[in-house]
């Protein structure tokens, strides 16, 4: 039973919060000056621009998308299979159960947290200037972004593994990489074929907007074809993009009801 | 993961599977992209020169990084606050047991996933060229996607909810908007709450980014940056950027945390 104290303060709380939320809209819409009237009249330009300078998409060179397509799924390969081998290395580094000692696995979290919260497109950007424009800086940035992801996401599967079979290693006086091998390694395969599989598919996402720093793929296209102010054919890209990514969502969904 | 033989033989197939396909992809997929060593080696040499830029870190823009900080984070907070709005009412609207005009349901549904297989960064890109560059066109770019994703977790949760309080507002003769306002809501309130934290964080670390294609916020000014090669003023920018990620995890962590230790109540 609450009392009518309680009640009362309940109110008077709830109302603070209430008051602390509109100011902070207020604040936001005077800060960035925010005018609602333009708002409601941009949306209209929006769909406007949608639908008028943007559809329909000019199907008639389509064959020119294939090369930029076929970059983007190779980079998407070639950044994953990387990354999961970095990925793995620090991932076991970093498991409780596996790493080597726990100063390690501080550390590289620490490491892999830079790593993963500074944005992907200010790494691609950084890397263009030390690489130059092209396909280089992408899955460089790919790798760099993938193997912190993969690194923390592993090492996270590693360590909900159950207990039960390490330590009944450990009473048969197994070393550390049998341990690995026998205990660690079967109970981890299907987490690491999932997130390896999610990875690509990020990846592929990723790749379609890494073009807009420079650093090649399908989104070069899209930055591109939209500097020309060529809308209905950067619409065309688009759509190839959604294609794409609802494919490989596709594929990637199907191997892992197979394998696991 | 080379070659570890396991008596188990379910798992040695998956992983000869599984390796077996990266291996194939990889090769043809690696020197499809004819990738430079030179280039590469031009790029090793210029790593410690730049990084040598980075490391003389100055202040002298720190007031403008932060006014880029504020926008980025206004910027984020209004999108959440909006597609909030906007998508709770689509969520009632699309949401199995709730749904009034189940046709209605199934296109806000078809919708929704076109809009969210498009990258939020093109989304961003596709309003900047239509209204302009600025923080409104970051705003309402982003409320696309954001919609997006809130009404298909929140259409999940109402789903999840049960029938339960559903038939017994029915039962005692409670319209639509009973069923939304007295219903549900009341009930879910903790988990939409969670769900808005988590979108927020998400929000921010793209608006962080989406400066880069000119929606405002300290995106802007790490793109100029590095644009000029200014490397004093980056490493602060990124830095800033960093921590300020890292908090808003921590802090999400902390709310959705408490969030569902009341829930468990």
Redesign the interface.
Known sequence: MQTAAAVKQKKLKRNVSYALFAA??VF??W????SFS??IS??P??L???FTD?LPPKASDLPSYLQPV??T???G??A??LA??IG?LFGFLMARQTTPHPAIRTVLRGFI??LR??????WA??LV????V???PG?FSLILFGSGFLARVYAEAIEEIDSHATEALDAMGAGYLQKI??AV??AF??GF?SW?LFMFELSI??S??LG??GAGGIGSQ?KLT?DLFQ?NRTSTV?CI??VM??VIEFMTKRIRER?? | MKKIRIGHKSTQRQQRWFVGLMVILFFPCFFYLKLDLNQFKDGLHQIPHIANMMMQMSFDQFPDLMDGLLTSLIIAFLTVVISVVISFFLAFVIATNTAPVPLLAKIIRAIIVIIRTIPVTIWVLLAVASIGFGSMAGVLGLIFPTVAFLTRVFSDQIDEAGKDIIEAVKAVGGGWWNLVFNGVTPQLMTAFLASIAFNFEITVAETVILGIVGAGGIGVLLQEYISFYDFKPLTLGILIVFITLFLLEMTTNLIRLRLSGRGHK
């Open positions: 902070a809209v936001s819409l800060y960035i000056q925010f333009e708002f941009g949306i330009i929006f406007h621009f949608l943007f076929l970059d799924l190779a980079y390969v070639v994953t299979v999961s081998i793995l947290s830079l919260n500074i944005p992907f497109l200010v950007s950084i200037v030390i690489f130059g092209g396909s280089m899955i091998k026998h390694i079967p395969i299907p074929i390896t996402r990723a379609s907007i807009l720093v899209i939209m809308y688009i993009l959604i990514i609802l394998l696991i």
